[in-house]
């Protein structure tokens, strides 16, 4: 893939994100423009209890999935963008504020694109396990982020249900309850 140059970039609009437009020069000489929705990183983190075999989950209102599907209310893993700070930092932040959790150990899962043909937001992925004692709030959402975010805890057989169903639609979610299965399948058999 060696020979593609990007000759120019323009701020289209400037917002709570950027959207560019990048004019990039091929290798053969011509020229393609695109578009680029610039974001920040964000963490997302699968809090899990080892010993009630539940996960949190939370619904929040996306405008997105409204738009396309007409249901405002999303089911995902906990999730923020980075404020200048570390993926890990971010995570428990946003465990804390979402779900009212207080995470100590996070196992890293990866940093994947969430989008790489239109957004350059990267996702770090953590799985967190937590306890009864873990729960120190009742979560939500910050006010001044308009956040009215439901806390769920699921347990795992109910969570493979949704899954099955189709019910949980979100691809960073996805791929943490996989690495959940694959890093813990104890936590998924019967006991």
Not at 1 to 21: C, F, P, S
Not at 56 to 79: C, D, K, N, S
Not at 121 to 139: I, T
Request: proline letters at 5%.
């Amino acid at each position: 893939m060696a020979g593609y140059r990007i000759r120019q970039v323009e701020t289209l609009y400037d917002g709570w994100r950027k959207l560019l437009k990048v004019t990039v020069e091929m290798p053969d000489g011509r020229t393609m423009a695109r578009q680029i929705l610039n974001s920040s990183d964000a963490a997302a983190v699968l809090p899990y209890d080892p010993q009630a075999r539940t996960v949190i989950l939370v619904r929040q209102f996306r405008a997105p999935v409204m738009h396309v599907e007409g249901r405002p209310g999303f089911l995902e893993a906990v999730a923020g963008l980075l404020d200048e700070d570390a993926p890990e930092v971010c995570a428990r932040r946003e465990a804390l504020e979402e779900a009212g959790l207080r995470i100590t150990a996070l196992e890293p899962v990866g940093t994947v694109w969430s989008a790489p043909g239109m957004t350059t937001e990267r996702l770090h992925l953590f799985l967190a396990p937590y306890g009864a004692a873990d729960r120190v709030g009742e979560g939500g959402g910050l006010a001044e982020e308009h956040e009215e975010i439901e806390v769920l805890e699921l347990g795992l057989g109910e969570v493979m249900r949704l899954l099955e169903q189709g019910a949980i639609a979100d691809m960073k979610t996805l791929a943490l309850i996989q690495a959940l299965q694959l890093r813990h399948p104890d936590l998924f058999g019967s006991g």
